[in-house]
């Protein structure tokens, strides 16, 4: 194993609030002086990335989506703060970063729970042209053209300029994860709006099919081994257990799957393995949107939605988007699915 020698001193010339930030990389000083605004421990913060990203950006074990390198260091550092980044903060980071998808994920997510969809799935789609065996950019990326696709008013109200240019980039997006549209489907920039509407359904489903695909067992063995995909996947013996992390994506795909198209074909086997705790939750809170959108059931979904939030990990719902999940409006009259919503800290930041 080859050794380096690597450094980052963090130093002030003690009568004004500068800071400089000296990287040493192979015995190589080259000071770089920090924003004005830039506290002591953000200038740390920022040089311990700088650190951390130049040992990570020659590891063969990162996936392309998580990858780090030195000249983003800044941005990741906003990304990572502890006060919660603003829109406008992680916009700054996302420009010094752009092909960052830890960035465009997070800035994607708080557009979301501000109603922001089209620019939302902008994100999403950037970050699938980065890496599109990401499997959390592509599934994001179906949930929200999706929720687009159903408000057809967030669409057709965007002028003919901005709608082309978001149909291109859907486009290239589906292409590069390989969610090929039949002619007839194919999302054309330049089409009315109601057909651009059906091509984003289209997409959707065609994108969840993808991604189900690529849960495969079979699939999932032959990505492990790549050094990159390892680590995401998790233990070897995971691909092959009925309550691994795949066989739980795959059954929160299929979940999403069904809220998206009238049908119920694997119904009874999702609902059988999401009775289970070890299926975790996001199986149980995707049934829930389904008998929203495509049963009308809010007795069915309130039940599952109820599941949903007793299972591990449920921490990582954000209780903002728990209050404003379009797929949820049939559930927002009744009292059970109020106490529920005030069990969470509804806030706007929580991604």
């Known amino acids: 194993m080859r050794k380096s020698s690597l450094r980052c001193l963090v130093t002030s010339d003690g009568e004004s609030s500068s800071w400089s930030r000296m990287p040493r990389p192979a015995r190589r000083w080259q000071p770089r002086n920090c924003p004005p605004d830039e506290s002591a421990a953000d200038a740390c913060r920022v040089a311990g990335y700088w650190a951390a990203a130049t040992v990570l950006s020659n590891s063969p074990r990162m996936p392309l989506w998580a990858r780090w390198s030195p000249a983003t260091a800044h941005a990741f550092a906003a990304y990572d703060t502890a006060t919660k980044p603003s829109v406008s903060a992680l916009s700054a980071a996302l420009r010094e970063a752009p092909a960052t998808n830890l960035v465009l994920h997070q800035l994607a997510d708080r557009l979301s729970l501000a109603g922001k969809y089209v620019d939302a799935a902008e994100l999403y789609a950037r970050a699938v042209v980065v890496d599109p065996t990401d499997e959390t950019s592509v599934y994001r990326l179906a949930a929200t053209l999706a929720t687009l696709a159903r408000d057809s008013a967030l669409w057709s109200e965007l002028a003919h300029s901005r709608r082309s240019a978001a149909a291109a980039l859907l486009m290239r997006a589906g292409e590069r994860a390989h969610a090929n549209l039949s002619r007839d489907d194919a999302l054309d920039p330049n089409a009315p709006a109601a057909q651009q509407l059906a091509a984003l359904r289209a997409l959707a489903r065609k994108l969840i099919e993808r991604l189900h695909d690529t849960l495969r067992a079979r699939n999932v063995l032959i990505r492990y081994f790549r050094r990159d995909q390892r680590d995401t996947i998790g233990s070897l013996h995971t691909v092959f257990t009925k309550y691994g992390r795949p066989a739980q994506s795959r059954a929160m795909v299929h979940a999403a799957a069904l809220s998206m198209q009238p049908h119920s074909k694997g119904l009874k086997k999702i609902k059988k393995l999401a009775k289970d705790p070890r299926s975790g ?71």
């Not at 299972?311 to 106490?339: C, I, N, S």
Request: one cysteine or more; proline letters at 6%; glycine letters at 2%.
């Open 281 to 351: 939750w996001q199986v149980c809170y995707n049934l829930a949107c389904y008998y929203t959108q495509q049963e009308d059931d809010a007795q069915a979904a309130i039940k599952w939605l109820e599941t949903a939030l007793t299972r591990p990990g449920v921490e990582e719902l954000a209780g903002a988007w728990l209050a404003m999940d379009p797929d949820l409006e049939l559930l927002h009259p009744l009292t059970r699915f109020e106490l529920l919503r005030n069990s969470f800290a509804t806030r706007p930041e929580e991604s």
